[in-house]
Nanobody
């Protein structure tokens, strides 16, 4: 059973940085297109970063210039670097990625369980 596991969340002061990681729970062939989302209490889930198969990235205006998504194909891990964090960035962060379990497998979409990020002094 393939699962995505996020790590790297925690408590950080305003202006600080965190790096989230997202990796498969088992050995996989490849991690392809992916994205990060977040959900604050009482709010809908919000998209915060995306990366395509060829490595192109995109972000909403709310995080552009502060957040950076990347992928390490040798480790089959996706990252979200978050800088200049603000209290309004506080949320549970989820990764979402298309994975190939084996070379011959179809790509399937997976979600992680989420990691809490709290920005507070």
């Amino acid at each position: 059973q393939v699962q995505l596991v996020e790590s790297g969340g925690g408590l950080v002061q305003p202006g600080g940085s965190l790096r989230l990681s997202c990796a498969a729970s088992v050995t996989i062939f490849s991690i392809n297109a992916g994205a990060w989302y977040r959900q604050a209490p009482g709010k809908q889930r919000e998209w915060v970063a995306g990366i395509t198969n060829n490595g192109s990235t995109n972000y909403p205006d709310s995080v552009k210039g502060r957040f950076s998504i990347s992928r390490d194909n040798t480790k089959n891990t996706m990252y979200l670097q978050m800088n200049s964090l603000k209290p309004e960035d506080t949320a549970v962060y989820y990764c979402n990625a298309a994975l190939k379990r084996y070379r011959w497998s179809d790509s399937r979409d997976y979600w992680g369980q989420g990691t809490q990020v709290t920005v507070s002094s």
